[in-house]
């Protein structure tokens, strides 16, 4: 058995891609007998029913929207040596075998523990959320583990580690396919004939959304009966629900808000497919795989490590160039005017999903790379 501990001041308090990673592996490792502990900051999200194996541990931390505002980089350093700065000498205390840094800015952590403390680091990359001195900083990280064959690049190429890749997953016990929910459907104003696309994620600009709201005003989809719903929370929110108006198709966008992320299941039976139209390099992509895991077929943007979980070949989704509202809308009508199209990529997409990204394949390859297989 090892001891094992994942160190991010937000996944106690925002969910999100970070949030998704640290519980659902520290609940994979927890189930294969391993002892782990989430330090995060002052929050009260987390899972329910935590594996007994999981230990929460919680500090003051300083907000980053509280740090004067010199760069958006700057205040997330701050915001997490604020919470270091209460958190390293309980964490000493654990004598863990390993920690896990989600983000560069945690990079110090090796610095500012005892001297004699004998965790090691790996550093868990799901982006690029790189900053001056963090190449010096990285060099006490003694593992490192990316999320796609591309975030692999991303750091090789800062850093000139080469990561193993452990990919993310997805929970398929959880997120697994259902029927279409009419009911759900009647309660948000879909007719049975409508053809529902789903997005969730946070809304902000690279996201891309606006580019499915122009895509759904297009000749290609103008005059289709086809709705899109739009999950999630975040500053463009205004930004899209002007876009929505000023388009002519305020009538056919559902602006659902963010849910809790056991929700979305339910969600996704009631859609026919997803629409991922990143216009940035994702490192992975777990909602889509999300949408994948539940039979649902996906489009998303042709760009950083979405197609590792897509697939190049159109069987499980299909992929169109980042920001072009033409091509997406073409893609759109494509799935709109053939179900038994979405059904086989569906089926395909989850089979897909089961076959190489769960949260227990995931957990595995990380003990692989922190040389814990076997243990």
Not at 122 to 145: E, I, K, L, P
Not at 270 to 282: Q, Y
């Amino acid at each position: 058995m090892a001891r094992i501990a994942f160190i991010d001041v937000t996944v106690t308090g925002s969910y999100g891609g970070v949030y998704t990673a640290v519980w659902c592996l520290a609940d994979a490792l927890a189930r294969a007998g391993h002892e782990i502990a989430v330090f995060g900051g002052v929050g009260d999200m987390r899972p329910a029913n935590l594996h007994p194996n999981i230990t929460v541990h919680t500090f003051p931390f300083l907000p980053r929207e509280r740090v004067v505002d010199i760069g958006r980089r700057f205040q997330r350093l701050v915001e997490r040596a604020s919470h270091a700065r209460h958190a390293r000498h309980s964490f000493a205390a654990g004598n863990y075998d390993w920690a896990v840094l989600t983000k560069p800015f945690d990079f110090y952590w090796p610095w500012i523990l005892p001297q004699g403390c004998k965790t090691r680091f790996c550093f868990m990359s799901g982006g690029t959320d790189f900053f001056a001195a963090d190449r010096f900083f990285s060099r006490r990280v003694d593992a490192w583990v990316a999320a796609s064959q591309f975030n692999a690049w991303q750091i090789h190429s800062r850093y000139k580690r080469w990561p193993q890749v452990i990919y993310n997953g997805v929970e398929t016990e959880r997120f697994a396919p259902g029927a279409l929910d009419d009911t759900l459907r009647a309660r948000l104003g879909i007719a049975p004939a409508t053809v529902l696309f789903a997005y969730a994620g946070r809304l902000v600009g690279w996201k891309g959304v606006g580019v499915a709201l122009r895509a759904l005003a297009e000749p290609a989809m103008r005059d289709v009966n086809a709705k899109l719903l739009v999950i999630g929370d975040g500053p463009q929110l205004p930004e899209l629900r002007e876009l929505a108006q000023t388009s002519g198709i305020a009538g056919r966008v559902i602006f659902h808000g963010r849910v809790p992320h056991a929700e979305l299941p339910a969600l996704y039976a009631a859609a026919d497919a997803g629409v991922f139209p990143s216009i940035c390099d994702e490192a992975f992509g777990i909602t889509i795989a999300e949408a994948m895991s539940c039979g649902k077929p996906v489009i998303a943007s042709h760009i950083g490590g979405i197609p590792e979980v897509v697939g190049n070949e159109a069987s499980c989704g299909l992929l169109v160039p980042p920001n072009d509202a033409v091509a997406l809308a073409h893609a759109m009508r494509a799935l709109t005017d053939d179900p038994a199209r979405r059904d086989r990529m569906g089926q395909a997409g989850r089979a897909r999903i089961e076959r190489l990204y769960t949260w227990d394949m995931s957990a595995q390859r990380l003990l692989s790379a922190l040389g814990l297989a076997g243990i």
